[in-house]
């Protein structure tokens, strides 16, 4: 896939709202980060507006969004939250433009179904925080350090310590994923995961554990797990129960959906709703290597 130009200080940010209302407060400071790197840093007409649950209304959250992937002169669209919502944009958004000027995405959660339209149409993003994470008691987070990393072209490799659930093995392939409930919610669309041959990451947060465990299994049963290279498990926070036990943690319930398959497996990688949320570039070639001590996810 198509990684559009890594950045450099001077090139333009746009800041957009594809999903749910954002509370000005929690992201300015982060904003303002962006410009102390150096950047230009442009965020849309309506991303601070409010339309009910949304950032605005539907029309105006695609026309931000649509300025941006247009901008000839815009290096990177960072999303200033996920919530709910881009999905009732996702089919209307003009990527002719964008083809000739590609350009960085940013985003998790929701902003997993705009990864899932640029996977589709061949370009790389990268599922990473946004501006709410890149600050924490008045330094840079972790976070957003690495972001500023991968934006930039330096692209480490990261190293997670082993985990009882992991399955060891090397295998390489693909990155995709992203918000489990977002790629549940994509099958049978246009859309839906191609995951044969690829390394598939998950992540999700205050779901139902038997939610989970339905949409485990939906993904068995269409086939998106079989043929898989790799798996990497990272957030699943604040995972909540009925008042009759599930019986099982979220982890378990991974752990015995994929108990018949043989690729590797990587448990509690550091990305998803968690404060260290490290960057995953979509789309990119990466190696997996799991063995009984750690495991290591390179790409180049």
């Given at each position: 896939m198509l990684r559009p130009e890594y950045l450099q200080p001077g090139d333009r940010i746009r800041i957009v709202a594809p999903a749910g209302k954002v509370v000005k407060e929690k992201i300015l400071d982060g904003v303002n980060l962006l410009r102390q790197q150096g950047f230009e840093v442009i965020p849309g007409d309506h991303v601070f507006d409010a339309h009910f649950q949304f950032a605005a209304t539907d029309q105006n959250r695609l026309n931000d969004l649509q300025q941006a992937l247009d901008d000839p002169h815009c290096k990177a669209?960072?999303?200033?939250?996920g919530g709910y919502g881009t999905i009732r944009l996702i089919d209307q958004i003009d990527l002719s433009a964008f083809r000739k000027h590609p350009k960085w995405l940013v985003g998790f959660s929701d902003i997993t179904t705009l990864h899932a339209r640029l996977q589709q149409e061949g370009f790389c993003s990268i599922h990473g925080a946004m501006p709410a994470f890149y600050l924490k008691d008045n330094q840079p987070t972790e976070s957003f350090n690495?972001?500023?990393?991968?934006?930039?072209?330096?692209?480490?490799?990261?190293?997670?310590?082993?985990?009882?659930?992991?399955?060891t093995g090397q295998t390489s392939g693909t990155l995709i994923g992203g918000n489990l409930s977002?790629?549940?919610?994509?099958?049978?669309?246009?859309?839906?995961?191609?995951?044969?041959?690829?390394?598939l990451f998950i992540e999700d947060l205050s779901e139902y554990l038997y939610h989970l465990d339905r949409m485990?299994?939906?993904?068995?049963?269409?086939g998106k797990l079989s043929k898989l290279n790799g798996l990497i498990v990272g957030g699943f926070?604040?995972?909540?129960?009925?008042?009759?036990?599930?019986?099982?943690?979220a982890g378990e319930i991974i752990r015995d959906v994929l108990k018949d398959e043989h690729f590797p497996v990587c448990f509690d990688f550091?990305?998803?709703?968690?404060?260290r949320n490290l960057p995953l570039?979509?789309?990119?070639?990466?190696?997996?290597?799991?063995?009984?001590?750690k495991a290591v996810l390179t790409t180049t």
């Open positions: 669209i960072i999303c200033a939250r690495e972001l500023m990393k991968t934006l930039t072209g330096t692209l480490p490799a990261t190293t997670v310590a082993s985990h009882p659930f992991n399955r977002i790629l549940y919610s994509l099958l049978g669309t246009p859309l839906e995961p191609q995951t044969e041959g690829r390394i485990m299994h939906s993904l068995k049963l269409a926070t604040e995972m909540k129960d009925n008042d009759s036990p599930f019986g099982q943690t550091p990305a998803g709703h968690i404060e570039v979509f789309g990119a070639n990466y190696q997996l290597s799991v063995d009984t001590e």
